[in-house]
């Protein structure tokens, strides 16, 4: 057995179960309920942990997370409050903490126009 994936929002280890199940692997859950001794053992050592139990499924089981947990075509985006340039995972901007106040589309439109006055 070899562990595939770590994380410490159950909500996403679930959903890469899941995927993973779906696509015909055999997986284990670790540390199902290992949060109620955080505090006895380090908080990174309770987080759920995905395991492969065919190691022959480990390579295709890595490819099927990276492919399915990431954000293809996530776009980075500005703020409008302080101008500053946020990674497409932030809901707000991580130097004022104004919440982000456009659609993705408009913002790829908004960093392209910007980004093109900058290099005039």
Request: hydrophobic residues 35%; charged residues 25%.
């Amino acid at each position: 057995m070899k562990m595939i994936y770590t994380n410490d929002n159950r909500f996403i280890v679930a959903n890469a179960r899941n995927i993973l199940e779906a696509h015909g692997i055999d997986v284990l859950l670790k540390n199902e309920h290992a949060s109620s001794v955080i505090g006895e053992v380090s908080a990174f050592d309770a987080w759920l942990e995905i395991w492969v139990r065919n190691d022959s499924d480990y390579k295709r089981a890595v490819d099927i997370i990276e492919c399915s947990l990431s954000e293809v075509g996530a776009i980075e985006w500005l703020c409008d409050h302080c101008s500053e340039q946020n990674d497409a995972s932030f809901e707000t901007c991580w130097n004022c903490q104004q919440e982000n106040s456009y659609p993705p589309e408009t913002q790829m439109k908004r960093f392209n126009s910007d980004n093109k006055d900058q290099s005039t």
